[in-house]
Structure formats: C-alpha cells, structure tokens
C-alpha cells in the first residue's frame, strides 16, 4: 500500500518539469576578450518556466567547495544575474523566487542534485539560465469543533522523507489562517504531502497560564497522529483546494518549575534552555521554553500543552574552542500531559563520556591517514527525532579520543580523510560496530573502545541502461545490502548518479552481499524506505563484496 | 546578544565552582518529585470572568487573559469551552488585565472599545473577584491584491495597515492590528488580507520582503507602495474601515526599480577603522522603511549595502577607536539616492562622542527603595517612523551605586529616561550646572562633554484627583481625563505636560507626578491616552477645559463635568 503511493510520488509526479526543464541555450565560453586578471564570471537569467518571462528579485546563490560560504544576487529588471571574481572550479548555481519551485541549474526535477557548471581560470561563461516552474499550491479552511475559524491556526505541509530507514516528515511550506479560517500554503513542488493544521496559545514570555480550552494538533483528513493522515497530491503549478480542518477542542495544561544540579542545588541560569517536544509528532522540532530566575534559582515553564506524551530535553552547553570548559550535564525526560498543571524539576545529569583509540588495519598499505579523524558517538535508535546530537571530538595526534555522548545506545562512528573507511568498532575486543554501545545515565566513562580504519576499501563502478539496451547518461542508482537490518546505515547504504560520461561510483561500503539497482529519477527522501527497498530486491542486481575489492557492475533502469 | 553570552560564562564559572565541591556533606540529593512551583506568584487574589464576542454574545475559547503589575505579564488564564477563564494565586495590587484573540480587538480591563483609556483591576489579600468580562468586538478587515506593472501578481510582498498617531511629540505611522499578524504577506496569486483591524481610517502599504542577508546586487525590486499605488506618501490615499467590516478591493501596482547600493568606509580622523562599530541606517520623511540587511564594516571599515530606493537616507555609525583609549565614536553621513544610481567611494570620519555624566538627586525616601536604575538616551531630533530612535543603538547605561551615572550621545539635543521606575518614584526634573532642561533636552556639543547633570527623582509627585459628573450631577463611572498645559507651547514635542487619568472602581481618577503649572483639565467620554498628545487635538478642547495651577508637589482634587 504504501509503495504504491510512494511509486506515485517518484514516477508521475515529476515529468512535467522533466519535459519542460530543457534550457533551449546552452552555456558557452565566451571567448577571453578583455582578458582581465580578476577571476571568471558566471552569467545568465532567471526565467518562468510557463510564460518565458523573465524574473526580477529573483535570488540566486552560487556555491562551490572552493568558496568558504555559498554567495547570493539578486536579478535586475531583465531577470540577468552576474557572478564575477570566480576562481576556477565546479560551481552550483539555484534560484528561487517566491511562489516559484527552486531549482538548481541541471537539476531536471525538485529535491535532485543539480549539476556543476565547470569555470575555468578568468573563464567567463554565459547563458547559465534556470526556468523556475510555478510551484502548487494546497487551500482550504481550519475550523474549531463549533464551525468558528480558528483564527491564526498553523497550516504546516510535511514532506514524507527516509533517514536511515525511518519515516520522517519534513516541512516544506507554512500558512496561518485569517480571520475567516482560510489559509493558502503556495510555491510548493509537485508531489504528495502530509499536510497538519495545529493552534498555539499566544505565548508571552514569563507568564504562568493556568489551564483552559486548546487545540491538538491535527492531520488532514482529521487524525491525530501522521501515520493515518491521508496524502495530499499538488500537481504542478496547480491548487489542491478544500484541504479542510476541524480541530478538537481539547483540555490543555502546562508545567513548570525549576532546574537543579544533579544534587538538587539551584542551577543558576542553566547552560542551555530546556526544550520541549510533543512525542510522535513528526514536524521535529523542539520548542524552547520560557525561562526565568533570579540567577540563583532557574525556573522553566511551558504552557498551553494539549493532552499527549512529551520529551523534554536539556542538552549541555557545547564549545567548538576548547578554552572554553564544557560542563558536560544534560537531562531527557518523559512526561504524560492530560490538561492538568504540573511541577515538578529537572535535575541535571552528568552525561557519559566515550575514549578510545584509532587503530589501523595491519593489512593497510598506508601506515595512517593523512587527514584529520574525527569520532562521534550516534544514536541507534533512529525513530528519535530529532535525534540526539552531540558533538563530534578530533582524534590526538596518539590516535586517542574522548567523545561525549548522550545517554542510551550509540553507535561510534569515525569521520575519515578519502580513501579510508571503519573497519571495525570493538569495546574490550568484543565486535560492536552495528550494535553499539549502551552508555548508561549516570556519566559513567567507558573507555577501551577500538576503532579500527583501513585503506582496503571496496568500490563499485558501472553504467546503467534502458530496456533497450542504450547507455544512459542520467540516471540514479541505489545501493542496498540484502541484510534488512543494515538498511538505515550509511556503512551499508548509498544512493549515487553519474559522472558526465554516464558512469557511476560508490566506495568505501562495508564488505557484505548487496543489491544495486538504477532509476530514471528518485527522490533522495523516498531512497531509504523500507518497503520499497525489500520491492527493489527482486528486480536488482546482485553483487558481492569482500574487504578492500573494487567490482564493475552493469546495471538496468527500472521502468 | 551580550547579555546572553554573559550569561552563560556565570552559569559555567558556577557550575564548576559546584563541580569542584566535595559531594561529601552536601545537602541530601533531591529526586524529581513535585514542589511548590517557584514560578508560581504566591498571593491568595482570584479573578474570574468571561471573555465573549460582542456581536453575538458567543463565547470565546482559548483566549488568553494577560494579568500585568509592570509592563510583563506574569500570570493569565486561559478560556476554557464556556468561554471562562480564572487566575489563581494573585498578589494583592493594581494591575491591568488584558484579553487578546486573534481576529478581535483586543481590550484592556475597563475599555469597551480599543484605544480607550484602561481601568486598573484593584485586589485585595484573599479577594475573588468574579465577573470580569471582557466583550471582545470583531475586527475589521482589509483585502486586496498585489500586481506589477505588466499585471502579474506579486507574491511575498508584505502588506500592513498604517495608522496615523501622535508618540513622543510628534505624528507618526503606527502599524495597526494585532502585532502578531500585522504584517501579511501576499500569496501566490498576489492576495492579502490585514485583519484584526479597530475601526479607522489607515494608509495601506506594500513593502518587498527583505532579499537575504550577505546579498552582492539588490537587482530590481520594488520601493514600498503606499495604496492606490504611489510611492510617495503624501499622494497616498487613506481607507475607512467599519467596526467588524471588509473593506475589499484594495489593489495596489507595484513599479519595478533598479535598487541602488552604498559603498562605504568608516574611519576616526586618522584613518584607523573602529572597533565593534554598529550601523543605523534610515530613511527622511519615509513613511515605511525598506527593510535593510545591516552589514558589519570589515576589518578596513568598509562597508556595502544594497536596496535603496530613491530618497534621502541618513547613516549613523557608533564605535570605539581601536586605539588603547578605547573612545566612543560616532559618524553621521547623509546620502541622496536618485533613480537607481550607486553612491561609491562613502567616507564617514568618526568623532568622540560626547560623554554626559552627572548624579541622581533623591527627594523623599531614601535610596533603599529604589532599586537598580537603567538610563536610555533619547535623540530629540526627528525620529524614525515607528518608534523614537536612540542615540548610540539604544543602549541602556546602569546607574551606579552611588547614584552617579554616565552616558554617551550623539551631538545633538537629547534628553534621558529612565528605562522603568520603581512604584512610588517620579522623575521631578533634569538639570545640567543648576539650570532645568527637563523640558528642553540636553545639548551634546560636536566636540567636548556635558558633566554635572541632575536627575532628580521624589517619592512626593504632585496629584490630582476627583470625579466626574454628567447630566443632572450624577457621578460618571466611565470616562477620561485629559490634563494639558494652558502654553501651547508647552504641548509639543516630548512634552511632560501631558497626561490622561481613568476612573478607578470607586469612580475617582488620580494622576500623579505632572510638573508644575498652569494648566487645563477635561474630562471625555472617551480618548486615546496616545493620539490626544497632539496638540491640534487639544488646541480645540482649551474653551471648554477648566484651568487650574499645580504647585511644586502639590496635591489638589478637581472635579469635572462630562463634555
């Protein structure tokens, strides 16, 4: 069932921009006139899609690894952007407008990668134009239970996406309603949505509110919880009307009181403001909530909770510089909330810390990495969102480490230069690279930990084709292992598209048995489904991997 | 920005300073369980009441009842399905009480209709007071559309409702409605609707969204828009909206322009660039400000902005010189943009800022009940379209402890403030060298300092109180009081001379802390305390007021007949 739908979303929504998007100007060197000794220069147009038109006070930002941070125009009246001192190197160009699908240049559909455009030293090329597609749009009315507008409610419209295996929703477009309950969420590319409509209490700092009538948060057609809400399908530039709410009135509390060290001291102003986040909600993000004190005592508050499980989470203050000491304390509570005021207070926590060194494959043929390594400690349980992230730590120069982590299980995943890959996670020589690490909520330090890296690693190359048998140069491939527990790791896991001679690549999987197989398009978001990978294992090809092997492989585009 | 920062290095040096204490002896560690709630006002006050809409009598749910003692709230209720709310576990005081939905009106304790003068809510220990109502009127709307020059609709541009009023001295545009939904963005067929609207008339304007921080080129944009499509105020038409009514059909037409750019470079008269120097950009005359992305001169002080509109701009710079003095400085450049030309190639040489310093004088009680003071520095030259600009980015300037107390300033004419004053305490007059400017402001020479100013607070203001009766005598429940100087001189700009009273429970108004003179008192059926400062309000209401003269301190009563 829900492949079906997803098979919706990947196959027939997008042609209509794939049609369209062909630039009918290709971009040229211009020839190296008035030679000028100040970089090269990228120019073109931003342009609609449907009329041709072009498009002024369109945003366009260019962004290359040899850039420290991305660059951004604005267009004039002609719509024409210009990007000068530009040293050589592979540039992305993306415009967006309000109203409008943003899209980088090369990029036939939404969400896909674009293409670089390639500059040469003082090289000046022309005629990089993007025509935006109109984006769509899904209306309709949010009203309470009695048929009043629920005035200034939030239209939210989600995004289904896969992170490592788990379904997410991602929002892509917010409305409020007005005073007569209407609300329109617009610029929206073609797919289908998961589309919430919720109503906070107008919040103001450093007040106690005391208990009374709110709203829960709903999904379209009117269920409480993501999983059964029904999709809503946009077509390009077209309007999905009628996407109408009715909101339960609902019975909602709040809670405060007071944060406290480990041994229930006033914590003075705590290092960071505790969060707090409606558990099964799928828009993943926490809420701050109000603080006050008297720099002695630290008091929190949230009010206007609707009934529902809550997480609240206090993460400790993290420093990029280590001058700065780190008091690595933090807390994550459950509560339940049923309209009622609760107090109660959040004691902070000594938090775990993980050390360990880097070890190197004996087999490897060089002695270390060149680059620096850095080691963090991620979560296992990927349903948590958002999830628990804390800082990566650098490796020493004598190949130790000390990472702090968040209690619960943890996977220790080592950053590594090119060219290297984790070969294997050990805690007191037993092998626990998949299953992690259970770091216990009381601080404890576990130590002993061995990460071992190598340069043996594998790679997979190959070029795919269609039903008929001809070479394609634009395509999307997926690489996925047989074993369905390693779906969601990015050890066993990879999505890739080809080089400009229509050749793929993908290093540094874990040794293993794995399917590959290749798409006109996919959207990287659907990528990591699970259904629909366990769909792909019959039409995909299968190879095999062993440690430090470099295999070729032809692969067919599923129709 | 800082003083969260601030924070946070209190916070680690205390969490160590825990850290590194022996956990042996300590008091026994305390679990999770339920306390008392420490953010839970401790009084043994109850309000109760109703909050409904006024035309249907429906009630109203999930609105939010806001009780404030200052000028935060710190407790409120919450409506439940029956449109009643209760707030528990108050202090006995006087407060205000407001109650807000969005799409109505929101109303103050004691108002019937917004922008009339409030009542404060007085409570007891112990007391419950029930009843207090709130009937709140629908809002008014306005809906329209945006298109460019060739007919499209332009989605994104911000459109709000501008109402003329009087602050600070001076006329000036207010944004109207609810703050929170003030500002409405046209959709993707070029739609708006402001609503939550009092009944009025307003200037509609349309403003393009800010393009993003760190931008090389504005490109073409669009200058804010004033309805029926002028971008020049003056030329701009008003809208009359009804009480709970629509007005539709406001369009407006947007002309693309090429946005213009400043190049800058900020220096002292050396040539050095500033430390930490900070921008202020505006507009003259502007009825809305483009929304600008401020940029931070770099290392070299040079600076770029782009998004400018023809018209004439001013821009400040504030900093220290990056010498060891470490001395305030300050730019002032003046820049004309015509037709989407840039202006190249700016320099602004930055001065010492004028430093005023001076002491707070206390008449009354002692400085025990005063509490920590924090002084703002007002600029008494024109101000910015919303809200009166401070000098040096708005800084507040802690009052030490010895009641001394050190400020900086543009050159210019400026006067200071107090940013809250404890209850009880007025402020009674500023003097520099024995002479009083509290009316004038104080002068910060181009070079040079300002030193011995006075500020002198008392715990003894004058006051004025009394009644105010109708037809036949009967005493008013319900009514302003509008108190103002006899000079018309003394009605404009900042003036002290100003002031509105509303009737307390037992009918009577007080008003504290005016300065003496002569003056004229009248009582309305209703004003708004913001718009009857301006003094073409007033002028027509002197024949009808009754004069009376206030002393130094005095208090006095008066009673009034309703006009």
């Known amino acids: 069932m829900r492949y079906r739908v997803l098979r919706i979303a990947i196959v027939i929504a997008w042609p209509a921009i794939a049609a369209a998007q062909t630039p009918p100007r290709s971009p040229q060197a211009a020839p190296a006139a008035g030679r000028q000794t100040s970089g090269g220069t990228i120019r073109g147009h931003v342009l609609a899609l449907d009329t041709g038109r072009p498009l002024r006070s369109a945003r366009v930002q260019i962004s290359a690894a040899e850039l420290t941070a991305p660059r951004a125009t604005m267009t004039d009246l002609d719509g024409a952007y210009e990007f000068k001192n530009l040293s050589s190197g592979r540039y992305t160009v993306t415009a967006s407008r309000s109203s409008y699908v943003e899209l980088s240049y090369g990029q036939t559909r939404a969400f896909e990668a674009g293409k670089p455009i390639v500059l040469g030293d003082t090289q000046t090329i022309e005629n990089v134009d993007l025509r935006l597609p109109k984006g769509g749009a899904i209306a309709g009315t949010v009203l309470d239970d009695t048929g009043q507008p629920l005035i200034g409610a939030t239209v939210t419209v989600l995004k289904p996406q896969f992170v490592r295996g788990i379904r997410r929703l991602i929002s892509t477009g917010t409305a409020r309603a007005n005073d007569v309950g209407e609300y329109r969420v617009f610029g929206l590319s073609p797919g289908t949505f998961v589309v919430s409509a919720a109503k906070a209490i107008l919040a103001s700092p450093d007040w106690t509110i005391q208990t009374g009538t709110g709203y829960a948060p709903t999904f379209f057609p009117g269920s409480p919880d993501a999983a059964s809400a029904i999709l809503v399908a946009v077509k390009q530039g077209q309007t999905t009307g009628a996407i109408d709410f009715v909101l339960d009135a609902k019975r909602v509390g709040s809670i405060g009181g007071a944060v406290t060290m480990t041994d229930g001291r006033p914590a003075g102003f705590p290092a960071t403001e505790p969060m707090i986040r409606r558990i099964g909600d799928p828009i993943s993000r926490f809420t701050t909530m109000v603080m006050s004190g008297d720099g002695v005592h630290s008091n929190f508050r949230a009010s206007g909770l609707s009934p529902g499980d809550y997480e609240i989470r206090l993460m400790p203050l993290t420093s990029s510089t280590a001058a700065v000491p780190v008091v690595w304390q933090g807390l994550i509570k459950r509560i339940t909330l049923d309209g009622e005021n609760l107090t109660f207070n959040l004691p902070l926590q000594p938090w775990p810390t993980a050390t360990g060194r880097i070890t190197i494959d004996p087999l490897a043929s060089a002695s270390a990495p060149s680059g620096p390594i850095r080691v963090a400690a991620i979560n296992v349980d990927p349903a948590d969102t958002p999830p628990l992230s804390t800082p990566a730590a650098t490796v020493s120069a004598d190949m130790t480490f000390t990472v702090n982590t968040a209690p619960g299980r943890m996977l220790i995943r080592p950053t590594l230069p090119k060219g290297w890959a984790l070969k294997a996670v050990r805690l007191k020589r037993e092998d626990v690279t998949d299953s992690g690490i259970e770091f216990a909520s009381n601080g404890e330090r576990v130590s002993e930990i061995e990460v071992e890296i190598t340069d043996r690693i594998t790679d997979i190359t190959g070029t795919a084709r269609n039903a008929k048998g001809d070479l394609l140069n634009d395509y999307s491939i997926i690489v996925f292992p047989h074993e369905p527990a390693h779906y969601g790791d990015s050890r066993y896991f990879a999505t890739a598209r080809p080089d400009q001679n229509g050749r793929f690549s993908v290093s540094g999987l874990a040794p293993g048995d794995y399917h590959v197989i290749a798409f006109d398009y996919l959207d990287p978001g659907t990528a990591q489904d699970p259904s629909l990978l366990d769909h792909l294992r019959s039409d995909a090809t299968s190879i095999s991997l062993r440690e430090g092997e470099s295999k070729s492989v032809g692969v067919k585009v599923v129709p | ?180 939904t003030a500002i409405q963005f046209t959709d993707d067929l070029g739609e708006f609707r402001i609503f939550g609207l009092a009944p009025g008339s307003f200037y509609v304007a349309a403003v393009p969204a800010i393009s993003g921080a760190n931008i090389e080129s504005a490109g073409a944009s669009y200058a ?113 943009i ?226």
């Open chain 2, 1 to 180: 920005m800082w003083k969260r920062s601030t924070l946070i290095v209190l916070v680690l040096a205390h969490a160590l300073l825990h850290a590194q204490q022996p956990t042996r002896g300590a008091a026994p560690p305390q679990d999770t369980a339920p306390q008392r709630d420490p953010a839970r006002p401790g009084g043994t006050s109850v309000i109760r009441g109703q909050v409904t809409d006024a035309q249907t009598g429906r009630p109203l749910r999930a609105v939010v009842v806001s009780l404030y003692a200052t000028a935060r709230a710190y407790q409120g209720g919450l409506t439940d399905g029956a449109g009643r709310y209760e707030i528990q576990d108050v202090v006995a005081g006087r407060y205000r009480l407001v109650a807000r939905s969005e799409g109505y009106l929101t109303l103050n304790f004691g108002q019937t209709r917004p922008n009339q003068g409030e009542k404060p809510l007085v409570l007891d220990d112990g007391q419950t007071v029930e009843h207090v109502d709130f009937h709140l009127p629908r809002g008014a709307a306005i809906a329209g559309m945006v298109r460019d020059d060739r007919g499209d609709p332009v989605a994104g541009v911000g459109v709000r409702a501008l109402a003329t009023s009087y602050s600070q001295g001076r006329r000036t545009l207010a944004l109207a409605g609810d703050t929170q």
């Open chain 2, 338 to 563: 015509v037709n989407g030309e840039d202006v190249d190639g700016l320099h602004l040489v930055a001065i010492k800022m004028p430093t005023g310093s001076g002491h707070i004088v206390l008449s009354g009680a002692t400085s025990s009940t005063l509490g920590p003071l924090s002084i703002e520095v007002v600029d008494l030259a024109e101000s910015l379209p919303y809200q009166p600009r401070a000098s040096g980015g708005g800084v507040l300037v802690r009052v030490q402890s010895d009641l001394t107390f050190s400020v900086t300033s543009a050159p210019g004419r400026a006067t200071l403030r107090f940013f809250t004053l404890p209850r009880g305490w007025y402020l009674k007059s500023i003097r520099v060298n024995g002479t009083d400017v509290s009316d004038i402001g104080i002068n910060f020479p181009e070079s040079g300092d300002v030193s011995g100013i006075e500020i002198e607070l008392t715990t003894h203001p004058s006051e004025i109180s009394g009644m105010v009766r109708g037809v036949g005598s009967t005493v008013v429940d319900d009514y302003t009081v509008v108190v103002f100087a006899r000079d018309p001189a003394r009605r404009k700009g900042m003036t002290r001379y100003f002031a509105t009273g509303r009737p307390d429970a037992a009918a009577k108004f007080v008003i504290n802390g005016l300065p003496a003179g002569e003056y004229y008192a009248i009582a309305l059926d209703w004003a708004d305390p913001e718009a009857s400062a301006d003094p073409d309000f007033l002028e027509p209401l002197a024949s009808a007021a009754t004069p009376f003269t206030l002393g130094d301190g005095e208090v006095t009563s008066i009673d009034l007949i309703l006009k």
């Open chain 2, 224 to 336: 804010p828009t004033y309805y029926p499509g002028t971008t020049n105020l003056a030329d701009a038409q008003r809208v009359n909206v009804k009480l709970g009514e629509v007005t539709s059909n406001i369009n407006l037409a947007l002309s693309p322009m090429r946005m213009s750019t400043i190049s800058a470079v900020v220096t002292d008269s050396d040539g050095r660039a500033l430390t930490n120097p900070r921008l202020i950009v505006r507009q003259m005359g502007a009825g809305v400000l483009l929304p600008f992305n401020i940029p931070r001169p770099d290392a070299a002080g040079k600076f770029q902005m782009s998004g400018f509109t023809p018209g004439d701009y001013e821009i400040r710079v504030a900093g220290t010189s990056s010498g060891s003095d470490s001395m305030p400085l300050s730019a002032i450049g003046k820049v004309s």
